[in-house]
């Protein structure tokens, strides 16, 4: 049973980041991040009418692992390795790679510094007490679900920084980015400082430039990265090659990581268990890890269905069929069940999101880097995180703890006999995430991955910092670009931020042209029933449509080579989220809506799901 422990204190300087793996270039070698700068897909040039770059099976096309040749093209759109794109030219301080730092009410002989990012966290960001629940009755496996397929679309590796190199303590290696605390505040001391360090860059393929990019680890398509891996290699080492199944370990969880160095696994309280999943970030919270653990379970299941149905199949095509039918079971959950819940209605039209599909071969649907803040949706993180069990005909909770307790932990899984999944699942299902609003829980503002002295760090000042190391523009930009709205003085805020969160902003920023992008967009007030603001939207509405249409892929596509028949699809459009955990956990009641938790709960037999029979073949 894992260890539950009290919250400690302060920080002085704390190493909270997992280390980076080393970083994968095109031709399949491995070279230390910290060495390179130049991007080795800028002269590359695949030709995807060769058929071994793309991914054939008994002359039936699949994606490939790293998203190579979706676009054919375009070899490297939406592949796993490739820069992000930016809306609007870099705000590097000296146009290559310089942090943002200056307030526009400098001038070149007297420049005035932004307010540093912890005095905006603590300024803008603190809650006083516990947020409120959210008015939506939205639930805690809405939050983990978001997450979830947020960690299919991005991940930005980070620098490397020698171990016995100290940010905090002034090293000059290139990739550091300590966070001081400059004035002691309710958690941490003046001099406290967290040790971060800057994402990984390259530079932008234009010769012209020096500027340098961020990258994108994993492929931004909604193709199961998260479950699969964003290369061959990857793969292999979750494949299981018998029967078109994912390896397992007991009870049905995913495989143990034979090594766990970077897996963020290392909860104090609970560092011998790490999960080996498609993405490196499947153990940093029991609700992730449990989503993880589904889709594992659903491709296995679907897997032996299919090999029932098809004996002659080998390994490789029930593997292959199996990924792209659970990749469509994703892209329908994440169109019809989370998108609607994450934009209000107008911008699901306006973006064309909900509509008929046709592909779009001149859309690239590679990471925006200002979508990538958009989607930093950590303002709905709950206080406490609950495990619950059925008592009778009611779900109620067992066991609630403080979340940095929980975080890198996923021994809660196997807890009470392997129903620990179960259990959490419950939990998510049964209570509701936060208001929403730009406040954050102390949990990840004050002690997000607790060290042994319970120090922990603040994820509203890394969002603030990465922004600016990343050169990202200050929010009033976007809101320009999305809304139309020209920001001149702090009253031009009121369409978007109610009057408390503008003075809270006038109290640290110099001028509403400094407000730095992720603390804009999560203090506008959310549209309609959304959990997101106008420009929010906006961002995050653009990088789901090119996910959409740029994916030559997508389960919907008519294209005679790759599409489902119409019987499949319409077995396909069948699926909700909640007859997939019906399907994998030990439950036999659910809401018909998972991410909601106004009920009722029903009997899992009652929700239909997707008949394999179409694939009878
Ligand atoms: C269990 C709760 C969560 C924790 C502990 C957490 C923690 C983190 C951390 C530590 C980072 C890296 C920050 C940086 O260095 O820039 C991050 C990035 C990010 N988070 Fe979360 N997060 C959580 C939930 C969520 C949710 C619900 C979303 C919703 C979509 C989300 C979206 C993102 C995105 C888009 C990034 C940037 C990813 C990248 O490109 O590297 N997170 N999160
Ligand atoms: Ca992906």
Known sequence: ???????????????????????????????????????PFCDLNVDCRIAS????????????????????????????????????????????????????TGTNDRIVRLPGARKISNAVHATVADKPPNTQSLSNAFFYFVQFISHDITKTPLGDVPADKDCCAGSSEKFCMPIRVKVTDDFFSAGDCFDA???????????????LNQINDITSYIDGSMVYGSSEAELNE?????????????????????????????????PDLCFLAGDTRANQHPGLATFHTVFMREHNRVAADLKSLNADWSDE???????????AELQHITF?????????SSYVSQYGLSGSYSYNKSVD??????????????????????????????????????????????????RDNFRGVDQVLLGLVANGCPFINGLMNDATRNFMFIDENGKGSDLASINIERGREWG???????????????????????????????????????SPKDVDLWTGIVTETAVGTSISGPTMSCLVAMQFANLRNGDRFWYETSDTNLKFTTGQLSELKKVTLARVLCDNLAVATMQNDVFSISGPWVDCSTISGMDLTPWDV
């Open 317 to 327: 095509k029930i593997f292959q069929e199996t990924r792209r039918i659970v990749v």
């Open 238 to 270: 979750l494949r299981s090659f018998i029967g078109g199944s994912l390896k397992t370990s007991p009870a049905n969880f995913m495989p143990e990581a034979v090594n766990p160095t970077g897996l963020e696994c290392d909860n104090v309280n609970h």
């Open 1 to 39: 049973k894992p260890k539950e422990t009290k919250r400690g204190n302060r920080a002085a300087s704390h190493k909270f980041m997992s280390e980076p793996r080393s970083h994968k270039v095109a031709d399949g070698s491995a070279r230390k991040r910290r060495d390179i700068d130049e991007d």
């Open 53 to 104: 770059r793309r991914k054939f099976v008994d002359g039936k096309e699949y994606r490939t692992q790293n998203g190579q040749c979706n676009n054919l093209g375009n070899f490297k759109w939406g592949m796993a390795g490739v820069q992000h794109k930016r809306l609007f030219k870099d705000a590097y301080d000296d146009g290559k790679w310089d942090s943002r730092t200056k307030s526009v």
């Open 197 to 211: 360090r800057r994402s990984f860059v390259v530079k932008q393929c234009d010769s012209r430039s020096d500027i």
């Open 336 to 344: 019809k069940e989370m998108l609607p819940k994450v934009l209000d």
């Open 472 to 510: 990202t523009p200050a929010y009033y930009l976007y809101r320009q670009l999305c809304g139309g709205v020209t920001i001149s003085s702090w009253t031009d805020l009121a369409i978007t931020h109610p009057a408390d969160v503008i003075a809270k902003l006038q109290s640290v920023y110099a």
């Open 365 to 414: 649907a590679s990471l925006i880097q200002e979508f990538n803040f958009g989607n930093r949706y950590h303002t709905l993180m709950p206080a406490v995180f609950d495990m619950a069990e059925f008592v009778g005909s009611s779900v109620v909770n067992q066991v609630s703890l403080e979340q940095e307790n929980v975080f890198r932990n996923p021994g809660f899984l196997l």
